[in-house]
């Protein structure tokens, strides 16, 4: 029989090839690129990172699980960054403590 019908190595899965693609576009792309126009490390679930994060501060988590098929809510909680979104829009809306009119916010410079 020809050697091609019986690999020693393992054929390569589909998501290893389109994270090779993606990688190798990206560094091909660097090569022609400023400095600062430059892409980042990228994968492919950053994509259900942000779906998951979005969906989470836009209808909530038990919604968000249910669409990403998560067994559990704390998986959910690990895919999304919603709850430190949250943090950040909180700490730069938090009031002055010492603002005797209680109308005016602390302005980060």
Known sequence: MPSFIFREKPIISVPTVRRKAIEYGIKRGNKVLPEEEKIPHWYPYLLRHSAAT????????????ALLAHKTANMT?????????????L??????????EGGETVEKK
């Open 54 to 65: 979005m969906t989470e501060l836009e209808i909530g988590l038990d919604e968000s699980q």
């Open 77 to 89: 909680r690990r895919y999304s960054k919603a709850q430190l979104k949250i943090r950040e829009k």
């Open 91 to 100: 700490a730069r809306n938090r009031q002055n403590p010492f603002d005797t």
